[in-house]
DNA sequence: AATGCGTGGCG
DNA sequence: TCGCCAAGCAT
């Protein structure tokens, strides 16, 4: 019960103390000059489980980019994925796009003001929602994050496991009760500074903390012992085969990923799944669908790319063709080393581009001494 | 409810 | 070196 924790806690000590914190200390970050509901939207999707300190450059040039909901609306993909490279989590900003269309289509261009309507956009849930309505239009709504709810759980000695979906919803409850109706902005932001500057996940600095008199785990000397979070599981590991092919026109093939699932719509060099002894079978049948025939020839690097639940070990093999270079299907295409980097790449692909280019540079070199 | 979906930083 | 983490959402 919601009510048995705000049951005999000072709220109105707590709101006001956090408040005045967050108004005296917060930092001075990009999207807070603004109170375009757009320009916190975006911010509120690229902070999903990205750091601040990343966020902010991308955010900078995303909104140079697109300076509108409207410019969003109508970009092409791939430049939104362009502008996304490096921050993962890619369906973010496809949904976020979807979204913005959305908003022209239903809601006559206005980012709308109510849980219900603003919680029909693609990528907006629970917790983004209540960003964007506390922040950008002042509503009395909770915005429960990370932050969040490891703050709670120490001020409030919850003992639930914060990662169960239930005990979002447990905080979301109290938050009703707890939130500072005249500033729910600067509450909602300020549990989550708090959380970011003081109340940090090891350590917590409660010796300068703003709500120290009133939190229960620093009473009961338990600041260290919450949140109770369960463990995830290991990424499992795959072993995989990325080819670079260039032909004599010295261009290099690339080929879009799938529509749907990790990675999507992200360029690669083409790639399979195959054990390292099966590897170079593995890539000759990969290219029997092409209208080239390959000359495969030495492995030349090895990439790992850690994802949450993934461990990918790529081994990059080169390779050349003939004259012919078209290509069997539309998703592939061939590309100047040079262009490359119009094109958005997963993080791993970025490390085997610059090696690529430093063998180029080497070659050139080498060429050189030999005449 | 549990799982898939990225990346970089830190102790 | 490596597990854990950081302003979650979709399915």
Not at 19 to 31: I, M
Not at 221 to 230: N, T
């Amino acid at each position: 019960m919601s009510q048995s924790y705000v049951e005999d806690f000072s709220q109105k000590t707590f709101q006001v103390a956090l408040v005045e914190w967050f108004h005296s200390q917060k930092r001075n970050l990009p999207w807070r000059q603004t109170s375009d509901p757009y320009k916190i939207w975006v911010s509120e999707i690229m902070l999903q489980q990205t750091r601040v300190d990343t966020v902010i450059p991308y955010y900078q040039a995303f909104i140079r980019q697109f300076p509108t909901l409207l410019d969003l609306a109508k970009a092409d993909e791939d430049a939104i994925l362009k502008a996304w490279e490096g921050l993962g989590y890619y369906s973010r900003v496809r949904n976020l796009q979807k979204a913005a269309q959305q908003v022209l289509e239903q809601f006559n261009g206005v980012v709308p003001d109510t849980r219900e309507e603003i919680s029909s956009l693609k990528g907006v849930g629970p917790y983004t929602a209540g960003a964007i309505l506390s922040i950008a239009y002042g509503k009395a709504e909770p915005a429960v994050d990370g932050n969040v709810m490891r703050v709670l759980a120490r001020v409030l000695l919850v003992n639930d496991d914060i990662a169960k979906p239930a005990t979002r919803k447990l905080f979301e409850t109290i938050l009703y009760d707890l939130i500072h109706k005249e500033d729910p902005s600067g509450f909602n932001q300020g549990l989550m500074e708090l959380g970011a500057l003081i109340c940090t996940p090891t350590s917590p600095g409660c010796l300068i903390c703003p709500v120290q008199q009133v939190c229960r785990a620093y009473s009961a000397g338990k600041q260290d012992e919450l949140p109770v979070k369960s463990k995830k599981k290991k990424p499992k590991s795959k072993e995989l085969a990325a080819t670079i092919v260039q032909n004599d026109n010295g261009k290099v093939l690339i080929e879009k990923r799938p529509e749907n699932g990790l990675l999507a719509r992200l360029w690669q060099f083409p790639m399979v799944e195959a054990r390292r002894d099966e590897q170079v079978n593995a890539i000759y049948e990969q290219f029997a669908t092409y209208k080239f025939s390959l000359k495969l020839e030495d492995k030349v690097q090895e990439v790992e790319h850690v994802f949450s639940h993934l461990k990918w070990t790529i081994d990059v093999y080169e390779g050349t063709v003939g004259n012919q270079s078209s290509t069997y299907t539309s998703e592939s295409k061939w590309v100047e080393i040079e262009r490359l980097e119009d094109y958005a790449f997963p993080v791993s692909h970025q490390k085997i581009i610059e090696a690529l280019k430093e063998r180029q540079q080497f070659e050139k070199k080498m060429k050189g001494y030999g005449r």
